[in-house]
């Protein structure tokens, strides 16, 4: 982290305007930034909730668990990290998340109306047929 010079103060007004207005991300690192997202592994937080024109978020990334942690790469300084993301950015990171909780969602209703017994154990006559010359 850069130190900021407290003495001069039109520079530290300059400092917190840039904070303000957050940083965009590089294509790649916005993909990952999206991964996490998609898998509900960001907590977003806007910056300044009290100032209406403030459109940046504060974006804490948690490191994906369980399958998705051999699966995802991530960049070290990214694991666990607080980003500043511009308002634009931001909007879409949302937009990523909620698309992914959508989806979560359908596979759930999916998975709690699929029968498992019968694609396990009934077996069409022609199909056992086919399965016995295929055997024989």
């Known amino acids: 982290m850069k130190p900021i010079p407290i003495t001069d103060v039109s ?11 957050g940083k965009k991300l590089e294509i790649p690192r916005f993909n990952q930034l999206a991964r996490m997202a998609y898998l509900g592994r960001l907590v977003m937080t806007p910056l300044d909730p009290e100032d209406p024109s403030c459109k940046s ?3 804490h990334i948690q490191e994906p ?36 909780v959508e989806e979560r969602v ?13 694609s396990a154990f009934y077996r069409p006559k022609d199909k056992e047929a086919q399965e016995e010359t295929a055997q024989s």
């Open 11 to 21: 520079s530290l007004k300059n400092e917190l305007k840039k904070y303000k207005i």
């Open 106 to 118: 359908r596979w759930h209703q999916a998975l709690n109306e699929r029968d498992f017994y019968f």
């Open 57 to 59: 978020f504060l974006v």
């Open 65 to 100: 668990q369980g399958l998705a942690a051999h699966f995802i790469d991530l960049d070290e300084d990214l694991q666990d990290g607080i980003l500043i993301l511009d308002g634009e950015q931001s909007m879409a990171m949302a937009g990523i998340m909620q698309a992914g």
